[in-house]
């Protein structure tokens, strides 16, 4: 089975999603540099730099990070984490006036929006290809990035209510079963590696710890392809790197649910 990293230094035998070529899988994990408040001054902002900011917690950024790690662009695009509860003025004011992240300065402009961050960096940097040119995997990737706001649209609308899981989170859940099951080439939606997975990751790593732990409900039961979908992600040192504590999430959860 394949593993990706970002890195290019071709080495120790893991296939590109898109290309088979093989290319190494040594990860270098960076010391993440601290959160940015009200009381933080702005970096040198458009000197040439590409940043990307963030927020370490943000599930949409998460997305842009991933992307940038597997990518192997640790180098070339800076990160910049935010506090977002204490969030420094001039982020609004100088780098991104929607005022939140994750967005991305390059080439003296600054792009917001998760999804079309992802394709972004993806076509406009180098590093592995994160979507196949195959276009039947093309077109299921659009319809895979439609429904991701639905998806975690049901997921959050479930966790408030003390019922049970809900049927709109079993079809959902069972929706990306059926589309983990479309292509037989690989683990992951496009059966190789792909923006796909990068899309939904932060997502279901959130949900899959907050169903379990509050409505007792294992997403991966009965859906094996999900199970390796999970188990195969989390070998991808890339995405590894930019998980979260699990307990800090829930905790965070919690809070925001009046359960803490
Ligand atoms: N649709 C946006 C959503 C980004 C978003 O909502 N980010 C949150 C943090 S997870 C944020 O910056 N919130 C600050 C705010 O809304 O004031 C995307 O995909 O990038």
């Known amino acids: 089975m394949q593993n990706i990293c970002g890195n290019h230094t071709y080495q120790c035998g ?3 999603p898109s290309h088979g070529q093989l290319y190494s899988c040594s990860f270098v994990k960076e010391v993440l540099p601290p959160s940015l408040d009200s009381s933080s001054e702005p970096p040198a902002l ?3 730099t590409s940043r990307l900011y963030i927020a370490y917690i943000c599930p949409f950024a998460q997305r842009t990070w991933i992307t940038r790690n597997v990518k192997g662009l640790q180098e070339k695009i800076k990160l910049v984490p935010i506090d977002l509860q204490n ?4 982020y609004k004011e100088k780098v991104y006036s929607a005022n939140k992240v994750p967005s991305l300065e390059y080439n003296n402009e600054v792009k917001g929006e998760s999804l079309d961050l992802i394709k972004y960096i993806d076509e406009a940097f180098e590093g592995p290809a994160l979507l196949p040119d195959d276009p039947a995997k093309r077109q299921f990737a659009e319809e895979l990035f439609s429904y991701t706001d639905d998806f975690s649209l049901a997921n959050y609308k479930s966790l408030p209510s003390p019922a049970d899981i ?6 959902a859940y069972d929706k990306i079963e059926d589309a983990l ?15 796909v997975d ?22 991966t039961s009965g859906r094996p392809k999900l199970a390796l979908w999970i188990e195969e992600l989390n070998k991808i ?17 919690k809070k925001r649910l009046g359960i803490a």
Do not use: C
């Not at 099951?181 to 923006?195: M, V």
């Open 198 to 219: 990068i899309a939904y990751a932060p997502f279901i790593e959130r949900f899959q710890i907050f169903f379990a732990e509050l409505k007792n409900y294992d997403i």
């Open 46 to 48: 458009f000197d040439g």
């Open 237 to 253: 040192d890339a995405y590894k790197h930019t998980r979260q504590d699990p307990q800090e999430l829930l905790a965070r959860m």
């Open 166 to 171: 809900g049927d709109e989170v079993v079809a």
């Open 14 to 16: 893991h296939r590109s």
């Open 181 to 195: 099951s479309k292509f037989d080439d690989g683990p992951f939606f496009l059966g190789q590696f792909s923006l």
């Open 87 to 90: 969030r420094p003025a001039w």
